[in-house]
């Protein structure tokens, strides 16, 4: 599947292994509340769909792994 591209009416015949959000930190002003609501949609999608958070480096997401991102955007 492309990046990106989900037909919305057949999305209960798809299924796949991942889904990867991501953000450009060039593109948003407020890098902090941007990743606060990406983090939210993240939370949201991983409990309808029973699935897990992983970060980039595909570690289980926690709260040591939030605070190094969080960091992160300050550095970027």
Same mark, same amino acid.
């Given at each position: 599947?492309?990046?990106?591209?989900?037909?919305?009416?057949?999305?209960?015949?798809?299924?796949?292994? /991942?889904?990867?959000?991501?953000? +450009?930190?060039?593109?948003?002003? @407020? &890098?902090?509340?941007?990743?606060?609501?990406?983090?939210?949609?993240?939370?949201?999608?991983?409990?309808?769909?029973? /699935?897990?958070?992983?970060?980039? +480096?595909?570690?289980?997401?926690? @709260? &040591?792994?939030?605070?190094?991102?969080?960091?992160?955007?300050?550095?970027?």
């Amino acid at each position: 599947t492309e990046p990106g591209e989900f037909d919305l009416n057949r999305m209960g015949d798809f299924s796949c292994k /991942g889904l990867t959000l991501f953000m +450009n930190l060039q593109q948003v002003s @407020d &890098r902090a509340e941007t990743f606060a609501l990406m983090l939210s949609a993240a939370e949201q999608l991983a409990e309808d769909l029973q /699935g897990e958070l992983r970060s980039g +480096n595909k570690e289980l997401w926690d @709260d &040591r792994v939030k605070q190094q991102y969080q960091a992160s955007l300050n550095k970027a």
